[in-house]
């Protein structure tokens, strides 16, 4: 189990219900669709790490005020934990969501990108580790 979060500051002009829609199409399915997808795919992305079969990929994307607040929980019956695919999971959906705004602004940023807890593996995180 891992869960991680970040965050991506669009601009105030792009900000009108807890689902953007751009150009492109419906902005945070569609981020919520890559999250899932790149967190499946983490062993391919980043070298030495490991095939996970993960049992469970879940992205809750939600905005407050301007900012889009990700958080990607990932579950796998492993000897190893799955951190490295929940953050993967966070990030990739906060690009995404900055290639379907950058349409509309650039004025878009993507914030800190954390792991708030993970247990399996060699060794368990509770969030308190981390403190910005």
Not at 3 to 24: A, I, R
Not at 76 to 82: F, N, R, Y
Not at 86 to 98: E, S
């Amino acid at each position: 189990l891992a869960f991680s979060s970040s965050s991506s500051l669009t601009s105030s002009d792009t900000t009108t219900t807890n689902e953007l829609v751009g150009p492109k199409g419906p902005i945070f399915g569609t981020a919520k669709i890559a999250g899932i997808m790149a967190a499946k795919r983490t062993s391919e992305l980043i070298p030495l790490c490991h095939p996970l079969p993960l049992d469970k990929v879940h992205i809750d994307i939600r905005l407050e005020g301007n900012v889009a607040i990700i958080e990607c929980d990932c579950h796998v019956h492993h000897k190893t934990g799955v951190e490295m695919e929940a953050l993967t999971g966070a990030t990739v959906a906060a690009l995404t969501i900055y290639d379907m705004v950058k349409a509309v602004s650039h004025r878009v940023t993507i914030q800190e990108t954390t792991l708030i807890s993970k247990s399996g593996g060699k060794r368990n995180i509770d969030g308190q580790e981390h403190s910005p």
